[in-house]
């Protein structure tokens, strides 16, 4: 037994850190929004409405289905209604005279079930054939929700490894300009140098290690909202296994830009295509309002009548009664009501088929600005890295001079502070060839 627990203690001492560890996930971008699709918030909503929308069809269908209610009623005439009728009937009363009597038992209970069944109703029937329509606008629904969520996670993913990257280049910088600072500050110690240079480098490191603070800041909140476009807790130590450079050349693709656009299956187009089906089916509906409607039921149920309440013993005697009818109702005037009602639905399809139009231009014309950014982003990313190489090699040519006395601290402070602006323009550049693939994958739906 002592073994055991002492066993026990072990497995539950090594699992606390196992557990713990597995709270640091880490993720590649596909395995990110992978995730995301998965637990994000919106997205997961999104599912559900779909599900809701199937329970809403079968919901329309069974209305037309047959239908069984049952009733049970029971009343207790506390103080029972009375009735006049002539002396004249009643044996041995005067003539000419009225007597008081109760008709009935003064407790009544009822029993009852209906069978109700629709034969024709036009609106049902549109009403059945629009469900499709609704099912297909929640599954677009569902479809965009999944795009912005990637898009959303793609930004994301991009702002982390930025903030990632910058905090490295500022470290590195602050470094650079702390050996910088402290050399001068021994040259001008030993009289060789002017405080000027020594003020200049201060004023550098000073921005530099307030950008790196900032940097570190932007870290953990674009962290943060990474998380929170995953479906993770915002604190979790969440882990990225990209780098920002190789995740940007592998996002650089020419082919994408000869990819055809197939219409129908751009998002948006997808989504004005389904509103033309409802408004289409809400016409139909309006033209059957105009059509009969006709319903059959049938019911049977029994009647029990007592002076106490006794209806649930086995000997009280229920009287059986049933009844079919069939009712039928024809519209014949509404004072041209649904003549105006559908006008309008059909001014209001006319619309949507204008609506369609223009949106397979907007999709044409997003498509060209789409290329358009992407390519500009791929330039300005293969431009920025050869400034930057520049940026660097003037940045050390300066830092040579100024420690040979060739160079002034200001013209090493303007060399310094046009690399730091390149490096941020590098940055930039990757992460916008990266978010500007994604936006034109999302027209394309690929």
Avoid at 24 to 43: G, V
Avoid at 125 to 131: D, N, P, S
Avoid at 390 to 412: C, D, H, M, P, V
Wanted: avoid cysteine; charge should be negative.
């Amino acid at each position: 037994m002592r073994t055991i627990i002492k066993l026990s203690i072990v497995l539950l001492f090594w699992s606390v850190p196992l557990s713990a560890q597995e709270t640091k996930t880490s993720f590649s971008l596909d395995e990110a929004i992978a995730y995301a699709l998965e637990h994000n918030y919106q997205s997961i909503n999104a599912s559900r409405d779909l599900v809701d929308a199937q329970k809403q069809k079968w919901e329309t269908i069974a209305s037309g289905l047959p239908q069984i209610d049952g009733s049970v009623s029971y009343q207790n005439q506390i103080k029972q209604q009375l009735a006049q009728i002539p002396g004249d009937l009643v044996p041995g009363a005067e003539p000419g005279t009225f007597i008081e009597v109760a008709f009935g038992q003064p407790q009544t209970a009822i029993a009852s079930a209906t069978l109700t069944q629709q034969i024709f109703d036009g609106s049902y029937i549109v009403g059945v054939q629009a469900t499709k329509a609704f099912i297909q606008f929640s599954k677009n629904n569902k479809e965009k929700t999944d795009l912005d969520v990637t898009q959303s996670v793609v930004e994301a993913y991009g702002n982390v490894l930025l903030a990632q990257e910058s905090v490295a280049i500022f470290e590195k910088n602050t470094a650079t300009l702390e050996k910088n600072l402290y050399e001068t500050k021994k040259i001008f110690e030993n009289g060789l140098g002017d405080e000027e240079s020594v003020d200049q480098l201060q004023i550098t490191l000073s921005s530099v290690d307030n950008q790196l603070k900032n940097a570190r800041r932007l870290e953990k909140i674009t962290l943060q909202m990474l998380n929170l476009m995953m479906g993770i807790p915002l604190d979790n130590p969440t882990q990225l296994t990209e780098n920002l450079d190789a995740l940007t050349q592998r996002k650089i693709d020419y082919g994408l830009l000869d990819t055809q656009l197939v219409m129908e299956e751009n998002i948006d187009y997808k989504t004005v295509f389904n509103l033309n089906e409802q408004r289409f089916f809400e016409l139909k509906l309006a033209k059957s309002r105009a059509l009969p409607t006709l319903n059959a039921f049938i019911n049977y149920g029994g009647n029990s009548f007592s002076d106490q309440f006794n209806f649930l013993s086995q000997g009280q005697q229920w009287f059986g009664f049933s009844t079919f009818g069939v009712d039928l109702n024809i519209p014949i005037f509404s004072s041209l009501g649904r003549s105006a009602s559908t006008q309008r639905a059909k001014i209001a399809y006319e619309k949507a088929k204008t609506q369609l139009t223009e949106t397979q231009e907007q999709v044409r014309l997003q498509l060209e600005n789409a290329k358009s950014d992407y390519i500009l982003a791929i330039e300005e990313y293969q431009t920025s890295k050869d400034n930057l190489e520049l940026a660097e090699r003037i940045e050390n040519k300066n830092q040579i001079k100024y420690s040979e006395g060739l160079a002034t601290s200001f013209e090493l402070r303007q060399a310094q502070t046009q690399l730091y602006d390149t490096q941020q323009e590098y940055l930039q550049s990757m992460v916008d060839v990266i978010n500007r693939k994604t936006d034109l994958e999302i027209i394309l739906n690929k």
